[in-house]
């Protein structure tokens, strides 16, 4: 496989449900992030890694929990959601740039979460 | 505050319809300025990035271009293909006690429908 792959593409689930969001790259990319899509608004960045340390959350409430066990696979884990969570969530890869975040970002397809 | 617009919301033009689409910023510490495009269902694909003021990109039926205060995405003799959103994104790093930060605003895009 090629680019970046995120599992699972769709996902419902409850309020009281815990799931977890996968994403995986082999662009051979040290960076990696969480964005969140919803309807009529712009990407929101959520978490990024880079060098496999978190170094940005922007204030993304704790019931979103990221995980980044190596360069090459990073999850969202989820619990206790509202249903205004319900959104497409995009993980995206890059080189790391030692001044912060690289613009030039490649994204998977996204998973579209539901939260019933 | 920093603030990235596009405009229109959305574009409907006739197949060999030429035009431009925009992208207008008011941000401090610009280190880049960023295009994508988006289909339905899938995640932000990669086009160009512009560093400075007079810089030019162009690739295929696309040229991406770069003024001090906004970016136009020219789109020459469009085909059906090229239907899609268009997503700017604007690169701002800075410095504070703990270093270097950076983030990565997208705009809301530009909806092109390109009609044979």
């Not at chain 1, 319900?86 to 790391?96: G, I, P, T, V």
């Not at chain 2, 941000?27 to 988006?38: D, E, H």
């Not at chain 2, 239907?83 to 800075?94: F, K, Q, R």
């Given at each position: 496989e090629t680019g970046v792959t995120q599992t699972p593409r769709h996902l419902v689930m409850g309020m009281t449900n815990k799931k977890s969001l996968k994403c995986e790259q082999h662009l051979g990319h040290n960076a990696m992030y969480w964005y969140k899509q919803s309807a009529k608004k712009p990407l929101e960045l959520m978490f990024v890694y880079s060098l496999e340390e978190r170094v940005e959350n922007n204030s993304v409430p704790s019931r979103f929990s990221p995980e980044c066990p190596n360069s090459?696979?990073?999850f969202l884990h989820l619990h206790t959601l509202q249903p205004e969570d319900?959104?497409?969530?995009?993980?995206?890869?890059?080189?790391?740039?030692?001044?912060?975040?690289?613009?030039?970002?490649?994204?998977?397809?996204?998973?579209?979460?539901?939260v019933l | 505050?920093?603030?990235?617009?596009?405009?229109?919301?959305?574009?409907?033009?006739?197949?060999?319809?030429?035009s431009s689409l925009n992208c207008s910023y008011t941000?401090?510490?610009?280190?880049?300025?960023?295009?994508?495009?988006?289909?339905p269902?899938?995640?932000?694909?990669?086009?160009?990035?512009?560093?400075s003021a007079g810089e030019e990109k162009e690739k295929e039926r696309l040229k991406a271009t770069l003024t001090k205060k906004e970016s136009f995405l020219h789109i020459t003799a469009p085909k059906p293909e090229d239907?899609?959103?268009?997503?700017?994104?604007?690169?701002?790093?800075?410095v504070n006690y703990g270093g270097s930060q950076g983030n990565l605003i997208f705009g809301k895009g530009t909806k092109l429908s390109v009609k044979p």
């Open positions: 090459s696979h990073l319900s959104a497409l969530y995009l993980c995206a890869s890059s080189h790391a740039h030692t001044q912060g975040l690289n613009g030039e970002l490649f994204f998977g397809e996204g998973s579209r979460l539901t | 505050e920093d603030q990235v617009t596009q405009s229109p919301e959305a574009l409907r033009l006739q197949e060999g319809e030429s941000v401090s510490g610009l280190r880049g300025l960023f295009w994508y495009r988006q289909d269902g899938k995640g932000p694909e990669f086009l160009f990035t512009l560093y239907s899609a959103t268009y997503l700017c994104a604007v690169l701002l790093v800075w």
